[in-house]
């Protein structure tokens, strides 16, 4: 959520969102995805942490796969580097996603960690309705 609110704060050549929607965060649809799994279908959620999935790929998508029933194959960790047409009308939005080809694990901060300010009350109120 923080990092959605940060982008909607910075504008990419003038040509991307310098506004943020809660409606546009997916709590929503995140909720109605829960439900349905949980109530409808009587199933788990699976959940796995981002930072373990950039640090570990391979392991971090077999045991999901494992876990929903698919098999794993190498194309869930590597990929072509390619600007798809429907994330061009957002410039900026999707530039190292693009030029990706799998998981990086992320560089080690160093030093004390900067506390970011709070939420803005739209932020935190998207938040607290899902």
């Known amino acids: ?12 050549d003038g040509d991307s969102s ?7 965060a997916g709590f929503r649809e995140i ?30 998508m077999a045991a999901f796969c494992e876990a929903v029933g698919l098999a794993p194959n190498d194309e869930m960790t590597t990929w072509k580097a390619e600007m798809p047409e429907a994330w061009k009308k957002w410039p900026g939005w999707h530039d190292d996603a693009a030029k990706s080809t799998g998981f990086v694990k992320a560089a080690p901060r160093s030093g004390p960690q900067k506390v970011e300010d709070p939420l803005p009350d739209v932020v935190a109120k998207a938040i607290e309705d899902w």
Do not use: N
């Open 1 to 12: 959520m923080r990092s959605f609110w940060k982008v909607s704060e910075k504008s990419h």
């Open 18 to 24: 310098t506004y943020f929607d809660s409606d546009e």
């Open 31 to 60: 909720a109605e995805i829960f439900k349905v799994v949980t109530e409808d279908l009587g199933q788990s959620v699976v959940l796995f942490d981002a930072d373990d999935l950039m640090a570990k790929p391979e392991q971090v």
